[in-house]
């Protein structure tokens, strides 16, 4: 028996990752094999809007055409298209160009308010509605951290944000009856209680009953408090739905584990509660390194447990997986190891492949964090990943061998430089000299990997951001060897390895299978701001 009237999948299409049109029509076929019924497309500014030239400027956004191909696709998979855009917060990416400038209360943030907002907010909703058929839409609204608190506060002084988040509201329900729309947003704004005189039943007697409230939350796994967040959400809305989410937007990997330790609970709660919609969202922040398709197996044992196929325990029907996806289940799953390399199995969420690819060479510091012996682990998982094919998948596989070629040389380097700099150890300085040389081999055939990968699945648009990323890895590869060269050869200090190195205390302390740091400036310097 369905636990849900509605199971839907969010692929988000901003933040520098856009799939491909062929890639979505294949993402729509295998959630519908698996029994969702609708697929959300987080847009962010990831479409065309004719009135608007600055508005996804050079990112690699949908048109009207591609919009319609995409729909017309997913109506024969049963499944409906609906897009997720944003009409407040998460718009940053607009300030780069002065049209913009002046339209933002905060960086973030636009200004509620100002008759431009709502210009640009009829745009957006008109060119949804010109490339997807369904009447459905999800405005976004979540995360207006210091809404009211910048230029707004300047013009009209303090004011209470929950007050300006439904007069915004207010503002957008006239256009999204006029292009005839049922709005969906998220909730976390609606349910704040700091700097706000808003009752929760005044929030209710605000929002019509044919509009949905996403609740959100991708930790929680305890289900007591679950249902009690649940119920919260309820004294605010008439209608709620729950987002979950696979945590595969913090290194390479998609910690597939960790994410279904969250979602059964959420689902199980949901059920209990009421909740008729549940959601699986595959964010993109920062570029994310990890395929979409890395989550299949979380997208499956959802899919199963809302068909009532699968209750939570033991091991899902694994051979249906394969008949859907033409990939083994165990194999897909295996991608959690890059960042559970030491195979744990814990389902701890871990972004460690990404802070040990990007530490500094010179500068070090986090790759204190690694057990040591774990290049063995890493090397391991490299001829692994070359052994399995991933039917359809191959890509994603060959791009995650040079992840761990990468790895495997990368993680014990810095540690053996900073020693043998300080032993003043020449023959060791000369091997690790070598072992740069090596690891520089083992980058550029990652960067060739992670662009066939890239390139499959996705427009070309944000590829040349990981390329900055990787040629700095390469240039600092080739910086360490002339000051190591130096060195040797005319006795110049390195400054960068003088002094040693401070470890820093995270609560808790990162390890290779549970972490959580993706700030990729303070891992490339301690001065970039």
Same mark, same amino acid.
């Given at each position: 028996?369905?636990?849900?009237?509605?199971?839907?999948?969010?692929?988000?299409?901003?933040?520098?990752?856009?799939?491909?049109?062929?890639?979505?029509?294949?993402?729509?076929?295998?959630?519908?094999?698996?029994?969702?019924?609708?697929?959300?497309?987080?847009?962010?500014?990831?479409?065309?809007?004719?009135?608007?030239?600055?508005?996804?400027?050079?990112?690699?956004?949908?048109?009207?055409?591609?919009?319609?191909?995409?729909?017309?696709?997913?109506?024969?998979?049963?499944?409906?298209?609906?897009?997720?855009?944003?009409?407040?917060?998460?718009?940053?990416?607009?300030?780069?160009?002065?049209?913009?400038?002046?339209?933002?209360?905060?960086?973030?943030? !636009?200004?509620?308010?100002?008759?431009?907002?709502?210009?640009?907010?009829?745009?957006?909703?008109?060119?949804?509605?010109?490339?997807?058929?369904?009447?459905?839409?999800?405005?976004?609204?979540?995360?207006?951290?210091?809404?009211?608190?910048?230029?707004?506060?300047?013009?009209?002084?303090?004011?209470?944000?929950?007050?300006?988040?439904?007069?915004?509201?207010?503002?957008?329900?006239?256009?999204?009856?006029?292009?005839?729309?049922?709005?969906? !947003?998220?909730?976390?704004?609606?349910?704040?209680?700091?700097?706000?005189?808003?009752?929760?039943?005044?929030?209710?007697?605000?929002?019509?009953?044919?509009?949905?409230?996403?609740?959100?939350?991708?930790?929680?796994?305890?289900?007591?408090?679950?249902?009690?967040?649940?119920?919260?959400?309820?004294?605010?809305?008439?209608?709620?739905?729950?987002?979950?989410?696979?945590?595969?937007?913090?290194?390479?990997?998609?910690?597939?584990?960790?994410?279904?330790?969250?979602?059964?609970?959420?689902?199980?709660?949901?059920?209990?509660?009421?909740?008729?919609?549940?959601?699986?969202?595959?964010?993109?922040?920062?570029?994310?390194?990890?395929?979409?398709?890395?989550?299949?197996?979380?997208?499956?044992?959802?899919?199963?447990?809302?068909?009532?196929?699968?209750?939570?325990?033991?091991?899902?029907?694994?051979?249906?997986?394969?008949?859907?996806?033409?990939?083994?289940?165990?194999?897909?799953?295996?991608?959690?190891?890059?960042?559970?390399?030491?195979?744990?199995?814990?389902?701890?969420?871990?972004?460690?492949?990404?802070?040990?690819?990007?530490?500094?060479?010179?500068?070090?510091?986090?790759?204190?964090?690694?057990?040591?012996?774990?290049?063995?682990?890493?090397?391991?998982?490299?001829?692994?990943?070359?052994?399995?094919?991933?039917?359809?998948?191959?890509?994603?596989?060959?791009?995650?061998?040079?992840?761990?070629?990468?790895?495997?040389?990368?993680?014990? !380097?810095?540690?053996?430089?900073?020693?043998?700099?300080?032993?003043?150890?020449?023959?060791?300085?000369?091997?690790?000299?070598?072992?740069?040389?090596?690891?520089?081999?083992?980058?550029?055939?990652?960067?060739?990997?992670?662009?066939?990968?890239?390139?499959?699945?996705?427009?070309?648009?944000?590829?040349?951001?990981?390329?900055?990323?990787?040629?700095?890895?390469?240039?600092?590869?080739?910086?360490?060897?002339?000051?190591?060269?130096?060195?040797?050869?005319?006795?110049?200090?390195?400054?960068?390895?003088?002094?040693?190195?401070?470890?820093?205390?995270?609560?808790?302390?990162?390890?290779?299978?549970?972490?959580?740091?993706?700030?990729?400036?303070?891992?490339?310097?301690?001065?970039?701001?």
């Amino acid at each position: 028996m369905k636990k849900f009237a509605h199971l839907s999948a969010l692929i988000e299409c901003s933040s520098g990752v856009v799939p491909r049109v062929e890639t979505v029509k294949t993402y729509l076929t295998l959630l519908s094999r698996m029994g969702y019924d609708r697929l959300y497309l987080g847009l962010a500014d990831a479409y065309k809007i004719e009135e608007e030239p600055y508005f996804n400027y050079k990112r690699g956004g949908y048109t009207t055409k591609d919009l319609r191909e995409m729909d017309a696709f997913a109506k024969r998979c049963g499944v409906e298209l609906i897009a997720q855009i944003h009409t407040l917060s998460h718009l940053h990416f607009l300030r780069k160009y002065p049209e913009y400038t002046d339209l933002f209360d905060t960086d973030n943030v !636009l200004m509620v308010g100002d008759e431009r907002v709502y210009t640009l907010a009829e745009h957006m909703i008109k060119a949804i509605s010109e490339g997807l058929s369904s009447r459905v839409i999800h405005i976004g609204m979540d995360e207006a951290f210091g809404i009211g608190t910048g230029e707004y506060q300047k013009k009209y002084g303090a004011a209470d944000k929950k007050e300006l988040i439904l007069r915004h509201f207010d503002r957008l329900l006239p256009i999204l009856q006029k292009y005839g729309y049922t709005c969906e !947003l998220w909730g976390d704004m609606l349910i704040e209680t700091d700097n706000t005189r808003v009752t929760a039943e005044e929030v209710r007697r605000h929002i019509p009953d044919d509009v949905t409230v996403f609740l959100w939350d991708y930790t929680e796994r305890d289900e007591a408090k679950l249902c009690r967040m649940i119920e919260n959400m309820q004294q605010h809305s008439p209608h709620v739905a729950y987002a979950g989410g696979v945590w595969k937007y913090v290194g390479f990997g998609p910690c597939n584990r960790y994410s279904l330790g969250c979602i059964l609970p959420q689902m199980k709660a949901c059920y209990e509660k009421g909740v008729s919609h549940y959601m699986v969202t595959l964010w993109s922040d920062n570029c994310a390194r990890c395929s979409v398709d890395a989550a299949l197996p979380s997208l499956y044992v959802a899919a199963e447990y809302a068909n009532g196929t699968y209750d939570g325990t033991g091991e899902p029907d694994k051979d249906k997986f394969f008949a859907i996806t033409g990939a083994r289940f165990d194999d897909m799953l295996a991608l959690d190891y890059i960042d559970d390399p030491l195979k744990t199995k814990r389902g701890n969420v871990s972004s460690s492949s990404f802070w040990t690819f990007y530490t500094d060479l010179l500068l070090g510091n986090f790759d204190l964090f690694l057990t040591p012996g774990i290049e063995r682990a890493y090397a391991a998982l490299a001829e692994e990943y070359a052994a399995l094919k991933g039917g359809a998948f191959g890509h994603v596989f060959a791009m995650s061998e040079a992840v761990m070629r990468v790895l495997a040389r990368k993680a014990p !380097l810095p540690a053996r430089i900073r020693a043998a700099y300080a032993a003043g150890d020449r023959a060791a300085i000369e091997q690790a000299i070598e072992q740069i040389e090596e690891l520089k081999e083992a980058i550029a055939a990652f960067s060739e990997a992670y662009d066939a990968y890239f390139l499959h699945d996705n427009r070309a648009f944000g590829l040349e951001v990981h390329h900055l990323y990787d040629g700095g890895q390469l240039a600092r590869c080739d910086y360490a060897v002339k000051r190591l060269r130096a060195f040797l050869d005319r006795g110049e200090r390195v400054e960068e390895l003088e002094g040693g190195v401070l470890p820093i205390h995270y609560r808790p302390a990162l390890t290779p299978e549970r972490s959580c740091m993706v700030d990729y400036r303070m891992l490339i310097s301690y001065c970039i701001q």
